[in-house]
């Protein structure tokens, strides 16, 4: 997998980190033509189980902490996406999960349409928030025969074999003119990153194909038309955990956090997290107001 660099095809690349403890058949690879980071898998793998195993399953957690969490991170999307377009229309949650997000968009007067080629993720989405759900893998033309407003892309492209090939057919297909894309993706030059490095959560190899920092992601997005008009650094829910366990790896804890908190909350765990997380909110705050908080977040139109 990516044995040159799949936004430019270079075959000329220096390892960043080799042999990554999360799977170590895989290096981290910086492009020396374009500069991007990008993970190479040196073994044969099954890409339907990657994302059938203990992290991904589907965990019924409606009213939980973590969900309140998510809601209120989203609503914030929502605040800022109404403020940039005055008037509510269309809008197409592209990789939508369980449906949260579309959900809430809808609960906030948003015409949602959905596309999730997970089968069970898909199902859930349609079953408890009711959303029209579209599973099949996407290559180009219109999805649901319409034009949206509003496009919205958390946490895909970094999985996708050619993000920004698939990123310009679904605006140049999909999305009205003055339309708005909202873009979310790790963010490989964070502080946390940096602590962690190569067992910083959000690398999340195999799965993660791309490792994206904001200088080349707005690049990469104004080279296909799209120019920001907002970004964000700053996620409660995948900044300051990432930053937690940034913090518990760098003090040597090698587990998976997210796996442990969805199957084993051992009290030794939760007395961990309780002690750090102030710190960890403190760092991923401070972090965010110089663009290294651990995800990037724009918002952005046609030029």
């Known amino acids: ?98 449906g949260q997000f579309g959900n809430l968009a809808q609960e906030n007067g948003w015409l949602v349409k959905a596309v999730e080629t997970s089968p069970d993720r898909a199902a859930y989405a349609r079953n408890i928030y009711g959303l029209d759900v579209n599973t099949q893998y996407y290559t180009s033309g219109s999805i649901f025969n319409m034009q949206f407003d509003v496009l919205t892309l958390f946490h895909v492209l970094e999985h996708l074999p050619q993000p920004v090939v698939l990123l310009e057919q679904l605006v140049k297909n999909n999305v009205n003119y003055n339309g708005v894309v909202v873009v979310e993706v790790p963010n490989v030059n964070s502080w946390q990153s940096a602590i962690a490095k190569q067992n910083w959560i959000h690398l999340d190899v195999p799965r993660h194909i791309h490792h994206f920092s904001p200088e080349r992601l707005e690049q990469i997005l104004l080279d296909i038309n799209l120019k920001p008009l907002k970004t964000a650094y700053f996620s409660f829910h995948l900044g300051v955990l990432g930053m937690v366990d940034s913090l518990l790896k760098k003090a040597g804890y090698k587990k998976n956090i997210i796996y442990e908190l969805k199957n084993r909350k051992s009290k030794t765990l939760i007395l961990m997290i309780a002690l750090l997380l102030p710190i960890a909110f403190f760092l991923e705050r401070l972090a965010s107001l110089f663009g290294k908080g651990g995800i990037i977040r724009m918002y952005l139109t046609r030029k």
């Open 1 to 98: 997998m990516n044995q040159t660099c799949p936004l430019c095809n270079s075959e000329n690349s220096t390892i960043v980190y080799k042999r990554v403890p999360q799977f170590e058949e895989s290096d981290i690879v910086r492009c020396n033509q374009c500069g991007h980071l990008f993970t190479i898998v040196r073994k044969e793998i099954n890409v339907n189980e990657l994302y059938s195993d203990e992290v991904y399953k589907i965990v019924e957690n409606r009213n939980s902490i973590f969900d309140r969490i998510i809601k209120r991170e989203y609503r914030g999307v929502l605040l800022q996406l109404n403020k940039i377009k005055t008037i509510k229309g269309n809008l197409l949650d592209f990789g939508c999960g369980k």
